[in-house]
């Protein structure tokens, strides 16, 4: 227990829950997000902050004050602030005539930054601008990435671990289906990576598959790379590293064939075949020894006597 | 005409399930790969290039990429193994499995703490924990009350307006200022001892106080620790100017041999030692301290290794009359080796 090894103990036990919360676990907590403004952001990127911040409602906080930093240069007041609200990723909004619309995604591992790629918006359409219906509040979304360069180029992978784990929301043992509404789409083409949510429509069809409708709904942005700051290799690896504890157990003993019959094995101790429990045949019982013997000189007397 | 008519009708049967298979059928390239526990799909094909379409034009062919996609991966979820909450009229529900792409944790893996001194003591022995009952039954006001806290069995010791002065303690001194000072240094203890159990946690790499405020032993164990850490695992580091000369190298893989005509003094007086060793009564062997070492060496392994079960096995052990043989024959190397050592020297002696 962590929360009772530190040097001060928790006095109260609100704050011992505090701590334990914040502590490293085996089975972490939904990572949270920041969503913070540069020192001269814009209307473009106030938006975007407030629109991204709908989508990922309780896991992200979103502050309202400007901060003049620069992330590039300079990290820690960035690990400050995750330290602080205990938020692992963060989206930061500048603005400035050399990089217009700008938008910094990155993460956090043991609160300091692992990899931050930095995008600039082209277009942004916000979720008010589009005037349909929205979706709840803390619907998880499916993720769908479309194209090939997501896979070929480095920094595009990167880039779509970072989108995966900032949108993907509560992990969940199982889903309704019925609640399947949300969709974010994001296509890697011409250099570019448009980013689309779409509200799913399940309509009827013959079979028990439903056909899908999409609706345009919520923030549709057009994004392209600029700057990068990737963890070294080693890093990343350490990051990534899961406990032993939540490998799943190998059931030993079982195999399986190619066509699907499983075998198991048993180990059994020597047995003694000769004291084996068979079923009892009363015909086939040993009968003891001199009663055998009697009965043949019966019968061979008998027979001198009928001869 | 009646033939015909039936085949009419199942030819339009059939054509209208191929029609509904359709609008959930999508043609793809390449495979896309899914990941269910995070609802993920990705596809692999490269997308329709358009560089000069305008806006419109590329919406509605992102929104159909979209839509296809969007297909596939409802497909598979629809694939699941599905079952009905609370109930036959509840929300259609699929059990989802474990996520599988891999994606950086957000705080490192949880370190097991280094155990106390007590618990290497107890782990030591043998000695388990006894889970001790919540409530113990208080003969002055005959009821169940709580060990300690609100109410406690046996009154509350602050609130005593009597204290017998014990047998051989000074009349004169107060016992209650007594009683303060005691209940006041074994907090303190505790806590130093709590302090003292963290700081001996750290390794010397890991744990250096930042404010220098080390002992004598931990600053040598860095030193230590630092001097060997360089490529040549230390062989090559100059020594500072009062540091003590480097420990002459134990006997590793490859063994020392003094050279044949060194140090004759050196020479004459080993040979003499052996022989006033060799003519002696006193067994070399301590018999008492061997037992004794090897007794604790079994308690250890049975605590360790047997488990919960032979936990009380250390005391029963250090009971028996000394140079019993422990409870298994076979120890191991050492134990064997030293039994046997044991039994010639006991042999010649007796």
């Given at each position: 227990m962590e929360a009772l090894d530190r040097v001060v103990k928790p006095k109260t036990k609100r704050a011992k829950r505090f701590l334990e919360k914040r502590e490293p676990k085996l089975t972490e907590n939904t990572k949270n997000a920041i969503l913070i403004k540069g020192g001269n952001a814009n209307l473009t990127v106030t938006e975007t902050l407030k629109d991204i911040y709908a989508l990922k409602k309780p896991f992200a906080v979103l502050y309202k004050k400007k901060n003049i930093t620069r992330p590039f240069e300079d990290q820690t007041s960035l690990e400050f602030f995750s330290k602080k609200s205990d938020c692992s990723l963060f989206l930061f909004g500048s603005h400035n005539k050399k990089r217009p619309n700008n938008l910094i995604i990155g993460r956090m591992f043991d609160y300091h930054v692992l990899d931050m790629i930095e995008l600039g918006i082209e277009k942004f359409v916000s979720l008010k601008d589009i005037k349909n219906s929205k979706c709840p509040e803390g619907t998880k979304p499916m993720l769908i990435f479309a194209g090939d360069t997501f896979d070929l180029n480095e920094e595009y992978r990167r880039l779509?671990?970072?989108?995966?784990?900032?949108?993907?929301?509560?992990?969940?043992?199982?889903?309704?289906?019925?609640?399947?509404?949300?969709?974010?789409?994001?296509?890697?083409?011409?250099?570019?990576?448009?980013?689309?949510?779409?509200?799913?429509?399940?309509?009827?069809?013959?079979?028990?598959?439903?056909?899908?409708?999409?609706?345009?709904?919520?923030?549709?942005?057009?994004?392209?790379?600029?700057?990068?700051?990737?963890?070294?290799?080693?890093?990343?690896?350490?990051?990534?590293?899961?406990?032993?504890?939540?490998?799943?157990?190998?059931?030993?003993?079982?195999?399986?064939?190619?066509?699907?019959?499983?075998?198991?094995?048993?180990?059994?101790?020597?047995?003694?075949?000769?004291?084996?429990?068979?079923?009892?045949?009363?015909?086939?019982?040993?009968?003891?020894a001199a009663k055998m013997t009697e009965e043949d000189e019966g019968i061979s007397q008998k027979k001198l006597k009928s001869v | 005409m009646a033939a015909l008519c039936v085949e009419e009708l199942l030819a339009r049967a059939e054509q209208r399930a191929a029609e509904q298979h359709r609008s959930v059928a999508v043609e793809k390239e390449l495979e896309l790969e899914f990941d269910l526990g995070n609802l993920l799909a990705l596809d692999r094909n490269p997308p329709p290039s358009m560089p000069r379409a305008a806006g419109a034009q590329r919406e509605s062919r992102l929104r159909s990429l979209a839509r296809d996609n969007t297909q596939l991966l409802v497909a598979q979820l629809w694939g699941l193994p599905a079952g009905r909450a609370e109930g036959a009229t509840g929300p259609l529900v699929a059990q989802l499995p474990e996520p599988s792409y891999r994606l950086p944790r957000e705080k490192p893996l949880p370190r097991p703490r280094p155990p106390t001194r007590w618990e290497q003591f107890a782990r030591l022995k043998g000695i388990r924990r006894r889970k001790r009952t919540s409530l113990v039954w208080d003969e002055a006001a005959k009821q169940w009350r709580r060990r300690w806290g609100y109410e406690r069995a046996g009154g509350d010791p602050a609130r005593d307006w009597l204290i017998e002065v014990p047998a051989g303690a000074d009349p004169n001194e107060d016992q209650f200022a007594k009683r303060l000072r005691d209940k006041r240094e074994k907090v303190a203890r505790n806590e130093f001892n709590r302090l003292r159990n963290i700081a001996r946690g750290a390794l010397p790499g890991r744990g250096l106080h930042p404010t220098g405020h080390q002992s004598r032993a931990e600053l040598g164990r860095a030193t230590q620790v630092a001097r060997v850490s360089t490529a040549s695992l230390g062989r090559f580091q100059p020594r500072l100017p009062k540091e003590p000369a480097a420990p002459p190298p134990r006997g590793g893989k490859k063994r020392h041999f003094e050279p044949l005509l060194g140090d004759l003094a050196a020479e004459r007086s080993r040979q003499l030692e052996l022989l006033r060793g060799l003519g002696s009564k006193k067994p070399p062997l301590d018999l008492t301290r061997a037992v004794n070492k090897q007794l604790r060496e079994e308690d250890a392994q049975a605590a360790a290794g047997k488990g919960r079960k032979r936990g009380q096995r250390g005391k029963r052990g250090r009971q028996r009359p000394g140079g019993g043989k422990g409870p298994a024959g076979g120890k191991g190397k050492k134990g064997g080796a030293r039994r046997q050592q044991q039994r010639p020297a006991g042999r010649k002696r007796s």
């Open positions: 779509k671990s970072l989108l995966i784990d900032f949108f993907r929301g509560p992990t969940v043992p199982t889903i309704r289906l019925a609640g399947l509404e949300y969709v974010l789409h994001f296509t890697a083409m011409d250099g570019k990576i448009y980013m689309r949510s779409y509200k799913v429509l399940l309509k009827k069809s013959g079979c028990k598959i439903p056909r899908i409708e999409l609706e345009e709904m919520g923030p549709s942005l057009d994004l392209v790379m600029r700057r990068t700051h990737l963890a070294s290799e080693d890093l990343y690896k350490l990051s990534l590293k899961q406990p032993k504890a939540l490998k799943p157990k190998k059931k030993k003993n079982i195999s399986h064939d190619v066509f699907g019959t499983s075998y198991g094995r048993i180990h059994m101790q020597k047995q003694d075949l000769s004291k084996l429990q068979t079923r009892k045949m009363k015909g086939l019982k040993k009968r003891p | -």
